[in-house]
């Protein structure tokens, strides 16, 4: 496990299998992460336990030792792989058990769906908050209503939390969503189903670089 005070939230990659084609998943985060990506989240939905396992494996060796694995749901297979932490959902593994069963050191993030779960959220051992979604996605379909620009900048005056901003984010909007607050940026399809994920993800964070500088520079 990293010490997750080193966590570099800024180009943050979901999995996504069906949106890689006839790709290989692990080729793919392997060029993602050659391109820049920070963080590796392995969502599968649909595998079974083994294969999830053996797939895992496979990713986090891969990895560079700064490019932390996180597993989507599941806290046996992020135990058994050795993956650096855990991505829980609301309706998921609650978050003290996971800490508890993980240990200080793992990365938890939680999705949050609204203000009343942010609010709830800041009483919770977890590493960083996944506002979701931002903008509406046909890769998130079992969340609330989109949060928006506006809930983003609301989101983050209610929490000292990183914040990380996920649904529909592109090339044309993760500027927007790291002006109104976000310390990083989820992507799924903008990498996954991208043509060259190297290069897309070079773009991004290219544009992750260049939007923290103008900040820092107001």
């Given at each position: 496990m990293k010490n997750n005070k080193q966590l570099d939230l800024s180009l943050y990659l979901v999995t996504d299998r069906k949106l890689a084609g006839q790709r290989e998943l692990v080729e793919v985060v392997?060029?993602?992460v050659r391109g820049g990506v920070t963080v590796v989240q392995l969502r599968e939905k649909e595998l079974c336990a083994r294969d999830f396992y053996e797939l895992g494996i496979r990713i986090k060796e891969l990895l560079p030792p700064d490019v932390p694995l996180l597993i989507d749901d599941r806290l046996d297979l992020a135990l058994a792989s050795g993956a650096d932490g855990l991505h829980l959902g609301q309706r998921d593994l609650?978050?003290?058990?996971?800490?508890?069963?993980?240990?200080?050191?793992?990365i938890i993030g939680l999705s949050v769906e609204n203000l009343n779960q942010l609010q709830a959220a800041s009483q919770l051992p977890v590493d960083y908050l996944a506002i979701s979604p931002v903008f509406s996605t046909p890769t998130k379909t079992d969340t609330g209503p989109a949060w928006g620009l506006d809930g983003l900048r609301a989101a983050r005056k209610l929490t000292d939390l990183p914040l990380v901003a996920i649904g529909g984010i592109n090339e044309r909007n993760a500027a927007a969503a790291l002006e109104a607050g976000a310390d990083?940026?989820?992507?799924?399809?903008?990498?996954?189903?991208?043509?060259?994920?190297?290069?897309?993800?070079?773009?991004?964070?290219?544009?992750?670089?260049?939007?923290?500088?103008?900040?820092?520079s107001k």
């Amino acid at each position: 496990m990293k010490n997750n005070k080193q966590l570099d939230l800024s180009l943050y990659l979901v999995t996504d299998r069906k949106l890689a084609g006839q790709r290989e998943l692990v080729e793919v985060v392997q060029k993602a992460v050659r391109g820049g990506v920070t963080v590796v989240q392995l969502r599968e939905k649909e595998l079974c336990a083994r294969d999830f396992y053996e797939l895992g494996i496979r990713i986090k060796e891969l990895l560079p030792p700064d490019v932390p694995l996180l597993i989507d749901d599941r806290l046996d297979l992020a135990l058994a792989s050795g993956a650096d932490g855990l991505h829980l959902g609301q309706r998921d593994l609650p978050v003290e058990i996971a800490r508890k069963l993980l240990g200080p050191l793992a990365i938890i993030g939680l999705s949050v769906e609204n203000l009343n779960q942010l609010q709830a959220a800041s009483q919770l051992p977890v590493d960083y908050l996944a506002i979701s979604p931002v903008f509406s996605t046909p890769t998130k379909t079992d969340t609330g209503p989109a949060w928006g620009l506006d809930g983003l900048r609301a989101a983050r005056k209610l929490t000292d939390l990183p914040l990380v901003a996920i649904g529909g984010i592109n090339e044309r909007n993760a500027a927007a969503a790291l002006e109104a607050g976000a310390d990083g940026v989820a992507v799924v399809s903008a990498i996954c189903a991208a043509p060259d994920p190297e290069e897309a993800a070079r773009r991004l964070k290219k544009i992750i670089l260049e939007t923290r500088k103008r900040i820092k520079s107001k």
